[in-house]
């Protein structure tokens, strides 16, 4: 077996590790503390997981721990290890950073489907950047149009002084 922890900051896994059969897993570790109120992580850059499940050898596992805090103690909750593709998207959603990130909607609220196909997951990811992509266009038009709008009225003005 091959294990690895050293990546850095913004990369996919927080440690990798192949197995005696030559599956790779890379494994993004995810803590939720129950009492916050903001729980909307991202979890990965939609590319990238789309380059890795190219190779159907490789698996982008979570690793999801929440926990309590009261004082000084802290006691931890729930911890799950699964497959992304485990995760319904009920409670995923897309983000505009990057090129698109898979994001989970609320940390409180999670459904894990033991067992679901990974090409079905991916075909729902398709589809869902599919309808995203669009209103993301839509959003940077209006954004061109305001800032069109922007540099005219300043093209108008005199310099100052």
Same mark, same amino acid.
């Given at each position: 077996? $091959? @294990?690895?922890?050293? +990546? &850095?900051?913004? &990369?996919?896994?927080?440690?990798?590790?192949?197995?005696?059969?030559? #599956? /790779?897993?890379?494994?993004?570790?995810?803590?939720?503390?129950?009492?916050?109120? +903001?729980?909307?992580? *991202?979890?990965? =850059?939609?590319?990238?997981?789309?380059?890795? @499940? &190219?190779?159907?050898? *490789?698996?982008?596992?979570?690793?999801?721990?929440?926990? =309590?805090?009261?004082?000084?103690?802290? !006691?931890?909750?729930?911890?799950? +290890?699964?497959?992304? $593709? +485990?995760?319904? %998207?009920?409670?995923? !959603?897309?983000?505009?950073?990057?090129?698109?990130?898979?994001?989970?909607?609320? !940390?409180?609220?999670?459904?894990? *489907?033991?067992?679901?196909?990974?090409?079905? %997951?991916?075909? $729902?990811?398709?589809?869902?950047?599919?309808? #995203?992509?669009?209103?993301?266009?839509? /959003?940077?038009?209006?954004?061109? &149009?305001?800032? *069109?709008?922007?540099?005219?009225? %300043?093209?108008?003005?005199?310099?100052?002084?």
């Amino acid at each position: 077996m $091959e @294990y690895s922890a050293a +990546f &850095a900051r913004r &990369a996919m896994p927080d440690i990798a590790f192949t197995d005696a059969e030559g #599956f /790779k897993y890379v494994v993004d570790v995810k803590t939720h503390r129950r009492d916050t109120k +903001f729980n909307r992580p *991202n979890v990965t =850059s939609v590319y990238r997981l789309a380059d890795l @499940y &190219a190779d159907d050898t *490789n698996y982008f596992m979570l690793l999801l721990i929440s926990y =309590s805090v009261a004082g000084l103690q802290a !006691s931890v909750d729930n911890v799950s +290890f699964v497959p992304i $593709e +485990f995760l319904g %998207w009920d409670c995923l !959603s897309i983000g505009n950073l990057g090129k698109g990130q898979v994001q989970i909607t609320d !940390s409180r609220c999670l459904t894990i *489907n033991e067992g679901y196909s990974r090409r079905t %997951w991916m075909l $729902e990811l398709c589809d869902t950047l599919l309808a #995203f992509y669009p209103k993301e266009r839509a /959003k940077i038009d209006e954004r061109i &149009a305001h800032f *069109n709008g922007v540099r005219a009225s %300043w093209s108008g003005r005199p310099e100052p002084g």
